[in-house]
């Protein structure tokens, strides 16, 4: 397995924030919608996002 810097990764169809570290804490909605492709979806297991501005990015959003 490689692990590749955020900015070297290709644009996904979603992200999957699995852990409430500070730095996924820190991210704007607009550094998770650049990681993805068209149509994003978040989807946020610690629910550390907030999901009204989330939606405000244009990201669809799942919270467990």
């Known amino acids: 397995v490689t692990i590749l810097p955020l ?6 169809d979603a ?14 909605p607009s550094d998770f919608r650049r990681l993805m492709r068209e149509k994003p979806v978040l989807i946020d297991v610690k629910g550390i ?14 919270r467990l």
Request: proline letters at 9%; a positive charge.
């Open 7 to 12: 900015n070297d990764l290709p644009p996904s």
């Open 15 to 28: 992200v999957i924030v699995a852990v409430a570290h500070r730095t996924f804490r820190e991210f704007a």
């Open 49 to 62: 996002c907030s999901p009204k501005e989330i939606q405000q990015a244009g990201i669809r959003l799942w």
